[in-house]
């Protein structure tokens, strides 16, 4: 779809920290980084968020987190992890492609900072995150 910002990211026109890629989804670290790991995944076919997401679609992503949860807290050692899916505006959804967040937790009370961060990010950092992470889906 023109203009999301996600549909660059799967196409490639915008760069990503990937931590997993199949024919149909796609994880990525979000720039944000809430927690460190703090990870986005979404349906590659652009759909607005599960309140118009089909089936189909759902049965996709959502059979992906699993796998990813793991590995996710494997490669950072956390201890807990919280999934967690905006929809719409008042649910707090900024970008209108549907994704889920999967944020590592590491103690009660860690930084859990669900923010836009205006600072640029550490990409170098990202990348390198991002490799541990998939090394471990792919275990
Ligand atoms: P929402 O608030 O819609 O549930 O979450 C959107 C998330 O997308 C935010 O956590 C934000 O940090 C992240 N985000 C926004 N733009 C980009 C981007 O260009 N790249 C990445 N990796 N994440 C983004
Ligand atoms: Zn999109």
Same mark, same amino acid.
């Given at each position: 779809?023109?203009?999301?910002?996600?549909?660059?990211?799967?196409?490639?026109?915008?760069?990503?920290?990937?931590?997993?890629?199949?024919?149909?989804?796609?994880?990525?670290?979000?720039?944000?980084?809430?927690?460190?790991?703090?990870?986005?995944?979404?349906?590659?076919?652009?759909?607005?968020?599960?309140?118009?997401?089909?089936?189909?679609?759902? +049965?996709?992503? =959502?059979?992906?987190?699993?796998? &990813? #949860?793991?590995? $996710?807290? /494997?490669?950072?050692?956390?201890?807990?992890?919280?999934?967690?899916?905006?929809?719409?505006?008042?649910?707090?959804?900024?970008?209108?492609?549907?994704?889920?967040?999967?944020?590592?937790?590491?103690?009660?009370?860690?930084?859990?900072?669900?923010?836009?961060?205006?600072? +640029?990010?550490? =990409?170098?950092?990202?990348?390198? &995150? #991002?490799?541990? $992470?998939? /090394?471990?889906?792919?275990?």
């Amino acid at each position: 779809m023109e203009n999301c910002i996600f549909c660059k990211i799967v196409s490639g026109d915008i760069p990503s920290s990937k931590v997993y890629e199949d024919d149909d989804v796609l994880a990525f670290l979000d720039i944000s980084q809430a927690t460190n790991g703090h990870t986005l995944v979404i349906p590659k076919k652009h759909v607005r968020n599960v309140l118009e997401m089909d089936e189909a679609t759902a +049965e996709t992503v =959502f059979s992906r987190v699993p796998k &990813l #949860a793991r590995a $996710i807290k /494997k490669a950072t050692g956390a201890q807990g992890l919280n999934i967690i899916n905006n929809n719409e505006e008042a649910a707090g959804q900024t970008v209108f492609h549907a994704h889920i967040h999967l944020l590592p937790r590491y103690q009660e009370g860690d930084e859990f900072n669900f923010q836009f961060v205006q600072h +640029e990010p550490d =990409f170098a950092k990202l990348a390198e &995150l #991002a490799t541990t $992470i998939q /090394k471990e889906v792919n275990e």
